[in-house]
T-cell receptor, first 114, second 116 residues
């Protein structure tokens, strides 16, 4: 089955700096890579996703890059703000036309210091 | 819209007891999922359903049963709880999009279960 590794497990940045979280996956057939943000006491919420047919996607201060050859993808947050502090999870899945069985990374606790 | 709701929010069980976790969604989603979240391990899929009356096993199904009698509800049952089932349980749901291969999963707020 799929295995997703996520690094680092904790990350502290100064407000205004950039943050980068990296994930690697094992199944070359995986074709969908979402990123979820989980605030304390809440369920995860999708913040951005990327399909295997594109190499980069950007949404305001958030961007995701995908390297299919190396089987890794990364989340980039620019101009970080205190409200970006949360746990971030990457995930991967394969298949099409049916329920997505996501395999999640172990999470990164991001702390943005004021 | 309430989105995805879960009942109860917290529960403490003794080993061997049984219980049912309820998930409800009001978004008319076809697909529903149950995950467990343990420290340092992310979320792992327990069971999922692609429609009313259908269920399938995920990554960690042992010790759990599920039922989807109504489209909006997905129940997770523990027949004989064990300490290893102490975890936070999340339900999620998603659309089955015509002509699309991908769908966002919307998560509920979670149920924190402790088995003593």
């Amino acid at each position: 089955g799929e295995n997703v590794e996520q690094h680092p497990s904790t990350l502290s940045v100064q407000e205004g700096d950039s943050a980068v979280i990296k994930c690697t996956y094992s199944d070359s057939a995986s074709n969908y890579f979402p990123w979820y943000k989980q605030e304390l006491g809440k369920g995860p919420q999708l913040i951005i996703d990327i399909r295997s047919n594109v190499g980069e996607k950007k949404d305001q201060r958030i961007a995701v890059t995908l390297n299919k050859t190396a089987k890794h993808f990364s989340l980039h947050i620019t101009e970080t703000q205190p409200e970006d502090s949360a746990v971030y999870f990457c995930a991967a899945s394969r298949g099409a036309g049916s329920a997505r069985q996501l395999t999640f990374g172990s999470g990164t606790q991001l702390t943005v210091l004021p | 819209n309430a989105g995805v709701t879960q009942t109860p929010k917290f529960r403490v069980l003794k080993t061997g007891q049984s219980m049912t976790l309820l998930c409800a969604q009001d978004m008319n989603h076809e697909y529903m999922y149950w995950y467990r979240q343990d420290p340092g391990m992310g979320l792992r899929l327990i069971h999922y359903s692609v429609g009313e009356g259908t269920t399938a096993k995920g990554e960690v199904p042992d010790g759990y049963n599920v039922s989807r009698l109504k489209k909006q509800n997905f129940l997770l049952g523990l027949e004989s709880a064990a300490p290893s089932q102490t975890s936070v349980y999340f339900c999620a749901s998603s659309y089955a999009e015509e002509g699309s291969s991908y769908n966002e999963q919307f998560f509920g707020p979670g149920t924190r279960l402790t088995v003593l």
